[in-house]
Every structure is written in structure tokens, then in C-alpha cells.
């Protein structure tokens, strides 16, 4: 009943700065918790950053201090700024979504982010 639908990714050079961006659409109900999480080739997903309906924040220790995630209700976009990138963030990130009205989980298709020289 939700789609998400991740943008932003593509490649930048170490110490570099990318803002990931994530629409949700066709959900009558209030998404009540978005996140993003990350998966490198050959390694389990990994949760990022995490985001609930009033704001408040959780951050992996790798991403504390150079990610920031925030929302747009009205948009019911999500979105992750990253700073000072390294070569080990490279991994396709993507988009959750938790309606406690469904009590559904939904995830987007991924957006692949690559840190490279």
C-alpha cells in the first residue's frame, strides 16, 4: 500500500557531501517511522538513520556527526544529507517506511551511493 521511491545516489569523490532523497505514496495513513538503512556487496543491510512522526533521530555510530536525516510530512519525503564520505559508506541505500495502521513494513528499490577517487 506504500511505495517509496529512492533518488539521489550516484559518485562522489572522498570527503564529499550527497543529499539522498525518499517520496512515499499511496498510503491513506500516517508513516510513523521512516529510516534508511544500507547494504555493501556481500554484507548483511545495516540501519543508518531513523526518523519518527515528531522528529526525533537515531543514527548508526558510522554515520553519527556526518549524516542527517529529516522529513517532510507534507512531502512525505525523507531525506538523508551525507558529509565527509568515505570509500566504506559505498553500499545501495535504501528507503523503510513503518505505518503502525498497517502495521506494515515497506521499502523502496535502493539507490546506489559510491565513494570513489
Known amino acids: 500500500q506504500v511505495l ?7 559518485l ?3 570527503g564529499g557531501s550527497l543529499t539522498l532523497s525518499c517520496a512515499a505514496s499511496g498510503s491513506p495513513f500516517s ?11 556481500g554484507k548483511q543491510r545495516e540501519m ?25 510530512n507534507a512531502k512525505n519525503t525523507v531525506y538523508l544529507q551525507m558529509s565527509s564520505l568515505k570509500p566504506e559508506d559505498t553500499a545501495v541505500y535504501y ?18 551511493v559510491t565513494v570513489s577517487s
Not at 48 to 72: H, M
Request: charged share 15%.
Open 31 to 41: 508513516i510513523n517511522t521512516m529510516a534508511w538503512y544500507r547494504q555493501a556487496p
Open 95 to 112: 528507503c523503510h517506511a513503518y505505518v503502525v495502521a498497517h502495521n506494515g513494513d515497506y521499502w523502496g528499490q535502493g539507490t546506489r
Open 4 to 10: 517509496l521511491v529512492e533518488s539521489g545516489g550516484g
Open 48 to 72: 543508518v538513520a531513523l526518523i519518527t512522526s515528531d522528529s526525533s533521530t537515531i543514527y548508526a555510530d558510522s554515520a553519527k556527526g556526518r549524516f542527517t536525516i529529516s522529513r517532510d
Open 12 to 14: 562522489v569523490q572522498p
